[in-house]
């Protein structure tokens, strides 16, 4: 059957999209996740809430996809050394020392417990891509020689966010430039080089 004009829903496009998607992020900035409702992003952004549903299933989509737009396209650093790349990845719009990209990790945090679906697509659309991007950075690293052929990447890779964050959301400190430099250097690149310790 080939459907008529009266059943075509235009899609949601470019700067429109945009201005959604920045809508989405200040209320969720304001409220969190839980009290976030479709009619408030469609309020702030001044669209119809059928405009939304168009574009998005729902909510756990809509937040996702401005998270996703905030941080800009997945691109693999490549500076030539694992520190350059790390430092590359993981500073700068969107990445650990972003103010609004650290309120809305604690957003969604606290969905990612309540939510299943929320975090299923999280984790896919987000997470999922990150992880590939962190295997590619030490990967190449451990070509080079920065990285000890034993090194558990599982362990590794994500150790240096987890410390970051620590010291963020639980000790209070302000995230800079300088601090993922310090966890790097005192860190991450020792242990990388050094490899896992013998068993006894």
Same mark, same amino acid.
């Given at each position: 059957?080939?459907p ?17 998607? %920045? ?8 409220? @969190?996740?839980?009290?976030?409702? *479709? ?9 119809s ?14 937040? !996702?996809?401005?998270? *996703? ?7 693999? +650093?490549? $500076? ?6 790390? *430092? #590359? #990845? ?12 650290? $309120? ?7 969905? *990612?417990?309540?939510?299943p679906?929320?975090? %299923? ?6 997470? @999922? +891509? ?9 990967e ?13 990447? $599982? ?19 302000? !995230?800079? +430039?300088?601090? !993922?430099?310090?966890?790097?250097d ?11 310790a013998?068993?006894?």
């Open positions: 059957m080939i008529t004009a009266a059943c075509i829903r235009p899609r949601v496009k470019g700067q429109r999209e945009l201005e959604i998607l %920045e809508a989405t992020l200040e209320v969720l900035d304001e409220v @969190g996740y839980d009290l976030l409702t *479709m009619d408030a992003v469609a309020s702030r952004a001044k669209a809430k059928a405009t939304l549903y168009r574009r998005w299933k729902g909510k756990p989509e809509l937040v !996702v996809a401005a998270i *996703m737009a905030h941080k800009g396209q997945n691109v693999v +650093p490549d $500076t030539g050394t694992l520190r350059g790349d790390l *430092m #590359a #990845a993981y500073c700068g719009a969107g990445g650990l020392n972003d103010p609004l990209a650290q $309120t809305v990790l604690t957003a969604v945090v606290t969905a *990612m417990g309540r939510d679906e929320f975090a %299923e697509i999280y984790r896919r659309d987000l997470i @999922g +891509p990150k992880i590939a991007i962190s295997r590619v950075i030490y190449r690293a451990r070509e080079r020689g920065e990285v000890h052929p034993d090194t558990d990447l $599982t362990i590794l890779a994500p150790s240096l966010a987890g410390i970051v964050l620590h010291r963020a959301f639980l000790l209070g400190e302000a !995230v800079t +430039p300088e601090l !993922v430099g310090r966890v790097l005192e860190v991450i690149l020792p242990a990388a080089l050094r490899g896992p013998p068993t006894a």
